[in-house]
């Protein structure tokens, strides 16, 4: 069994204690709301709370068990009615799956008696097979883990969005800390040279990767320059100060007409209050960060790159920035070969917020561009599809092709909520332009 994160290969241990790391991990976030809110969405284009709760073991039953193993589930109800997640274009686009959903106990129940199947599965069923499409490389395996651990990143960005006496306070997911020498940055744009980027990977090369991170492909990228650091809230509130908000010029016509309808004035983590602004934490209400990167949906940060005489940078050229080098080469990661650890930048649940620009020097790339992975996702201008020679993934063959649709853009990189097993060059995230709740940040290119 071959991943990008286990460089000297993957044995069922590794599976078994990856499994049982990303459950523990799930049952922490379920902690964070209060009990009473169990059944309210905390985002209203999503779900309420306890689908997720039954989405994730159901999703792994119906994936390993059932499709790739070809072996009976646990409950068909469940099975069906926790199947599959919602990413509806507007309110108007939200039904409840069901009028009456189960009540928690018997959620967790059945979550219990799908964690002791499946971990069974993983220490002893066939998981490679070559003859079974979803087996071929144990790729059932793969994508259940993956897939709890992209979860526990969206569950954050919805229990952020709730208010703070609905939830209990707690420690990071994650207790591992990096001594960090913090850079003075400067906001200066890096020219980067004209070069070959490779966007996705060959599955030989990688073993496990998604559909849409298939198979590689070679992109001529002209010379440009791109920011050294992350766009900030100061940076950010330059723009709101200057009528950013009341220019249509800055907008694309799609964009102004979301401004212009739903009132907004300034990004969803800000709150005005008593004449200053402030960040809304996951737990606090703080006073807002200068130096922290400013989280923004990709109709804001398009039309901040305007003002500022840019535009976003290309899927390619974020490829450029963050893993070329003078020399021609390109790496694995911005800093070079060795996998992610928490020097190298704001992921794997240290933090439940962002930290300064100019953090994690030693995460830089090649060129000495920061933060391209950690502390947000980064937006990139390119609309999110399928590479040439896109097959859909066999064990979640919907994963993608529900997405291809001109109205989802490619975000690259990593957030503060990011899995380190998900961190590689290949991966894709993608989001609607106007969906205000990820972590989501950016910089401008010319």
């Given at each position: 069994?071959?991943?990008?994160?286990?460089?000297?290969?993957?044995?069922?241990?590794?599976?078994?204690?990856?499994?049982?790391g990303g459950?523990?991990?799930?049952?922490?976030?379920?902690?964070?709301?209060?009990?009473?809110?169990?059944?309210?969405?905390?985002i209203?284009?999503?779900?309420?709370?306890?689908?997720?709760?039954?989405?994730?073991?159901?999703?792994?039953?119906?994936?390993?068990?059932?499709?790739?193993?070809?072996r009976?589930?646990?409950?068909?109800?469940?099975?069906?009615?926790?199947?599959?997640?919602?990413?509806?274009?507007?309110?108007?686009?939200?039904?409840?799956?069901?009028?009456?959903?189960?009540?928690?106990?018997?959620?967790?129940a059945?979550?219990?008696?799908?964690?002791?199947?499946?971990?069974?599965?993983?220490?002893?069923?066939?998981?490679?097979?070559?003859?079974?499409?979803?087996?071929?490389?144990?790729?059932?395996?793969?994508?259940?883990?993956?897939?709890?651990?992209?979860?526990?990143?969206?569950?954050l960005?919805?229990?952020?969005n709730?208010?703070?006496?609905?939830?209990?306070?707690?420690?990071?997911?994650?207790?591992?800390r990096?001594?960090?020498?913090?850079?003075?940055?400067?906001?200066?744009?890096?020219?980067?040279?004209?070069?070959?980027?490779?966007?996705?990977?060959?599955?030989?090369?990688?073993?496990?990767?998604?559909?849409?991170?298939?198979?590689?492909?070679?992109?001529?990228?002209?010379?440009?320059?791109?920011?050294?650091?992350s766009?900030?809230?100061?940076?950010?509130?330059?723009?709101?100060?200057?009528?950013?908000?009341?220019?249509?010029?800055?907008?694309?016509?799609k964009?102004?007409?979301?401004?212009?309808?739903?009132?907004?004035?300034?990004?969803?983590?800000?709150?005005?209050?008593?004449?200053?602004?402030?960040?809304?934490?996951?737990?606090?209400?703080?006073?807002?960060?200068?130096?922290?990167?400013?989280?923004?949906?990709?109709?804001?940060?398009?039309?901040?790159?305007?003002?500022?005489?840019?535009?976003?940078?290309?899927?390619?050229?974020?490829?450029?920035?963050?893993?070329?080098t003078?020399?021609?080469?390109?790496?694995?990661?911005?800093?070079g070969?060795?996998?992610?650890?928490?020097?190298?930048?704001?992921?794997?649940?240290?933090?439940w917020?962002?930290?300064?620009?100019g953090?994690?020097?030693?995460?830089?790339?090649?060129?000495?561009?920061?933060?391209?992975?950690?502390?947000?996702?980064?937006?990139?201008?390119?609309?999110?599809?399928g590479?040439?020679?896109?097959?859909p993934?066999?064990?979640?063959?919907?994963?993608s092709?529900?997405?291809?649709?001109?109205e989802?853009?490619?975000?690259?990189?990593?957030?503060?909520?990011?899995?380190?097993?998900?961190?590689?060059?290949?991966?894709?995230?993608?989001?609607?332009?106007?969906?205000?709740?990820?972590?989501?940040?950016?910089?401008?290119?010319?």
């Open positions: 069994m071959k991943h990008p994160a286990f460089p000297n290969g993957v044995t069922r241990d590794d599976l078994i204690a990856w499994f049982r459950r523990a991990r799930t049952a922490d976030v379920f902690t964070i709301p209060r009990p009473e809110i169990y059944y309210e969405r905390p209203a284009l999503r779900n309420p709370i306890v689908f997720y709760e039954g989405h994730l073991p159901a999703f792994s039953v119906n994936t390993l068990m059932k499709l790739a193993l070809k009976d589930g646990i409950r068909e109800d469940y099975e069906t009615l926790f199947a599959r997640g919602i990413d509806p274009e507007d309110e108007a686009g939200v039904k409840d799956p069901a009028s009456l959903w189960p009540a928690r106990e018997d959620v967790q059945y979550g219990a008696e799908a964690d002791a199947m499946l971990e069974k599965a993983l220490c002893d069923a066939p998981l490679e097979n070559e003859s079974v499409p979803q087996l071929v490389g144990a790729e059932a395996a793969f994508v259940i883990l993956e897939h709890e651990q992209m979860h526990q990143e969206t569950l960005y919805m229990l952020h709730l208010p703070h006496e609905a939830k209990v306070k707690r420690r990071p997911l994650s207790r591992l990096a001594c960090t020498i913090r850079i003075q940055p400067t906001q200066q744009r890096i020219e980067v040279p004209a070069g070959v980027a490779t966007l996705g990977a060959n599955r030989e090369d990688i073993g496990f990767g998604w559909d849409n991170e298939l198979p590689e492909q070679k992109a001529e990228v002209p010379a440009f320059a791109i920011d050294a650091h766009v900030t809230n100061r940076d950010y509130l330059d723009f709101i100060n200057a009528g950013g908000y009341q220019d249509p010029s800055y907008w694309s016509p964009a102004w007409q979301w401004i212009a309808t739903s009132g907004i004035r300034h990004p969803h983590f800000w709150l005005e209050k008593d004449g200053g602004w402030y960040w809304r934490g996951m737990f606090d209400l703080i006073p807002l960060p200068n130096d922290w990167p400013v989280y923004v949906t990709h109709a804001e940060a398009e039309a901040y790159a305007r003002w500022k005489g840019g535009r976003l940078p290309s899927e390619a050229e974020y490829h450029r920035a963050a893993y070329g003078p020399s021609g080469e390109e790496r694995s990661q911005p800093w070969e060795e996998l992610p650890d928490p020097s190298r930048g704001n992921f794997g649940f240290t933090n917020e962002p930290v300064p620009i953090t994690h020097p030693a995460g830089a790339s090649a060129w000495g561009v920061h933060d391209l992975v950690g502390n947000g996702w980064e937006w990139t201008s390119t609309v999110f599809d590479f040439p020679g896109f097959e993934t066999p064990s979640y063959p919907v994963y092709n529900d997405f291809f649709d001109g989802h853009y490619v975000l690259k990189g990593a957030s503060p909520a990011t899995a380190p097993e998900l961190i590689r060059r290949s991966f894709r995230n993608w989001f609607r332009p106007n969906y205000p709740y990820l972590y989501a940040k950016f910089r401008t290119a010319v």
